[in-house]
Each structure stands twice: as C-alpha cells, then as structure tokens.
C-alpha cells in the first residue's frame, strides 16, 4: 500500500507541476489558459465520436508501450519503435494487396496481421542483433531503421506501389472494402483493434510477473553481469524482448493499415512509438499506469484540432504541454530519488 500511495502522490505532484507549466505558457503567449483546457477536453472527450477518435489513438499507443515494457525491463532503449511500426504497415499491405485477398477476406486480415507483427519483429531483431553480436549501441541501431523504415515506404508509395496513373503522398490504392477491418456502426471504432490492445496488456502483466522470462529480464536488466554468474543467458534474452517489442509495434503498424487509412501512407506511424516512449517513462514503467498515461496522451493529440478553430493558437501547443508532462516527470523523479539517496539533501 506504501507504494501505491508513493505513486498517486507522484501522479499529484506531476499534474501539479504540468498544470503549472502549462498555464504559465498559455499566459505568456496571451491565451485564456482555462479556455484551452476546457476546448481540448471538450475536443477529445465532448461526444462519443471524439471518444472513439481517442481511442483510435489510444490502441497503437498502448500496443507500442507494452512492447517497450520488455526493452526496458531489461535495460534495453529501442528507440526503433517507430520503424517497427512501418515495417509492419508495410508486410500488413503487402498481404493485403494479393489479389486473392479480395476473395477471402478475412483470412487474409488475419495473415495480413501475422505479417504485421513478424515485419515488426525482423526490424527489431537487426537491432537486437546488432546489438548482441556487434555491441552496437541499440539508440543508434533504432534510430537508423527508423530512417530506413521511413525511406521503404517512400520508394514503395513512389514506386512499386504507386496509384495507378500517379504517384502522390496520399499513399498507395485504397483497399477493396471487404478488407478493411469492421467497425461499430456508430463510432467507427474497430473493435478488433480495441481487443488486441487489451490483450496486450493482460499478457504483458503476466509475462512480466508471473513467468521465468519476465524475473530473468528484471534480473538482467538489473546487473547484467551478475546474471551471468546464475547461468541466465543476457543476449538470448535481449532478443526475446526486443521480438516482443517489435512484433507489438508491428501489430500497431498492421491495425493502422487495415484498420485506420485502409492503405500505406507516408505518416502511418503517426510518431506514435515516439510519444510510446514518453508514455513509459512517465508510467514509471508500470503496466497498469501505462494505459491511463496513453489515454491522456490520446485526449490531448485529438483535443488540440480544436485549439486553432476555436482560439487561434497553433495545435502545436499540446506538443508543448506533452514536453512539460515529461519534464515534470523527471522532475519529480529526480526530487523522489534524491529524498531516497544516502546522504541526499532531505531525511528520508
């Protein structure tokens, strides 16, 4: 009970200070603070549309926070996430424009996700492997196939791939419409979607708190060399968790596909496994504040449209108040650890 009461007094402390933050912001830039909260509440969760919006939004960042949950429990930071993504949009559209498609739908959506996630899992592997076998750094390794990832999709929407006739940042041709996901009549939400995501979840919390992989990873991520000394095997593991990442953010690539543009688009990540990091670490890495934490991220990218309609300010403003939500955090953790240290500035 000791930490929950820790973490809800940091959540406070962290709202506080964001909430601080961000008005003194809006002031300086000569905006009613109170007016730009309530237009972006009012944008993301003012009717059941918005709220399908955000949970549209919700779905990819939550995928990519549960595979980043792997990475980092064992110290790994795979700041590829965003080209995990891609490349599983890119299998997921390579299925799912074979001609056969059209005649059984729904067995290709569902190889058109298992492509997803194995394009998810490759790229993440030649960063794990990298990583593993070469003692490359994985930020670098990440952020490289990310570019690459960006640069296959281009070629791809400019290439082969091109509309027939044209060849435009619009993407590729739309999908016959048997092979876009179902959705509820009334939100335009596929619940496909919103199912894997929780299961994401659920299986996530218990892997990493109820199997031998997830007490190795902690383990390992902990001191990696002690590990050895108990005969855990650090590299085979490190692979395993970034296949776990990849093959999440893989998934989010393919239900951005089938379920959200219905083609291959230059922006399909969204920059969703970047805010998925931020999301992470603000989660204090806990799966269950994790969802929470997207959910608020979501609300603010789906709520901010309505900052420059309605208040002539620059969407672009959540972009700032995400950042103050991060410096906040760090912030607060840095206060929390000092209290912590021997010999900090404050008895604990």
């Not at 200070?17 to 008005?23: D, I």
């Not at 570019?147 to 290439?159: A, E, T």
Request: glycine share 12%.
């Amino acid at each position: 009970m000791g930490i929950f009461f820790r973490n809800v007094l940091d959540g406070l402390l962290i709202l506080l200070a964001v909430f601080f933050f961000t008005t003194v912001i809006l002031l300086v830039s000569g905006a009613p603070p109170f007016a730009a909260y309530y237009h972006i509440f009012k944008g993301s969760l003012g009717s059941w549309i918005k709220l399908a919006q955000v949970i549209q939004v919700w779905i990819p960042l939550t995928l990519c926070s549960a595979g980043l949950l792997y990475t980092f429990r064992i110290g790994l930071w795979n700041i590829g996430v965003e080209g995990q993504i891609m490349l599983g949009a890119v299998f997921t559209t390579a299925v799912l424009r074979v001609d056969a498609a059209k005649g059984m739908p729904m067995l290709f959506i569902g190889l058109a996700f298992i492509a997803g996630i194995a394009g998810g899992a490759i790229w993440a592997l030649a960063a794990g492997y990298l990583k593993t076998k070469g003692g490359v750094h994985e930020i670098f390794t990440g952020l490289g196939l990310n570019f690459v990832g960006q640069g296959i999709i281009l070629w791809l929407i400019f290439g082969p791939w091109k509309r027939p006739g044209i060849a435009s940042m619009s993407g590729t041709e739309l999908f016959p419409q048997q092979l876009w996901l179902p959705l509820l009549p009334a939100l335009r939400l596929p619940p496909v979607g919103l199912a894997l995501a929780l299961a994401a979840l659920v299986l996530t919390a218990v892997l990493l708190r109820y199997t031998h992989l997830g007490l190795n990873l902690k383990a390992i991520g902990n001191n990696r060399d002690a590990a050895y000394l108990f005969g855990l095997k650090p590299d085979r593991d490190m692979i395993i968790a970034m296949i776990f990442a990849g093959g999440f953010a893989g998934l989010a690539g393919s239900l951005q596909v089938a379920g959200v543009y219905h083609r291959l688009v230059p922006a399909i990540s969204s920059n969703y496994g970047y805010l998925a990091l931020l999301i992470v670490m603000l989660s204090n890495y806990n799966v269950w504040i994790t969802p929470a934490v997207a959910f608020f991220f979501a609300c603010l990218n789906v709520g901010n449209i309505q900052l420059p309609m309605m208040l002539e300010l620059d969407s672009s403003l959540s972009g700032v108040i995400q950042g103050s939500l991060v410096l906040a955090a760090l912030a607060v953790y840095s206060w929390r650890s000092r209290r912590k240290a021997p010999g900090g500035t404050v008895a604990a």
